[in-house]
């Protein structure tokens, strides 16, 4: 197994873990930081199914807009500690 493979493998992990307990709330942090275009496509496919099931509410930080899922329904954008929008999502 590839390095990026098994990096794929432990987020899918933690994911299902933190998913069986049924949370109200999601925590993720760079859910896919370090990960190549396949990877990223897995976990995000992954963290859509997972907040579609839970209906959960999810915090979801990012450097990378595009990476955002659909299900997130507003947006904080800070920029040096600063927040520079806050509201409904920007598409």
């Known amino acids: 197994m590839s390095?990026?493979?098994?990096?794929?493998?432990?987020?899918l992990a933690?994911?299902?873990r933190a998913a069986v307990h049924g949370p109200?709330?999601?925590?993720?942090?760079?859910?896919?930081?370090?990960l190549d275009a396949e990877g990223r496509s897995a976990v995000q496919a992954a963290i859509a199914a997972v907040a579609e099931a839970l209906l959960a509410a999810m915090i979801y930080v990012t450097h990378d807009h595009d990476e955002i899922p659909a299900s997130v329904t507003?947006?904080?954008?800070?920029?040096?500690?600063?927040?520079?929008?806050r509201g409904p999502r920007q598409p």
């Open 3 to 11: 390095q990026g493979m098994a990096t794929e493998a432990r987020r």
């Open 14 to 16: 933690l994911l299902a």
């Open 24 to 34: 109200a709330l999601l925590l993720l942090d760079e859910p896919c930081q370090g």
């Open 74 to 85: 507003h947006a904080l954008v800070l920029d040096r500690g600063q927040a520079r929008y």
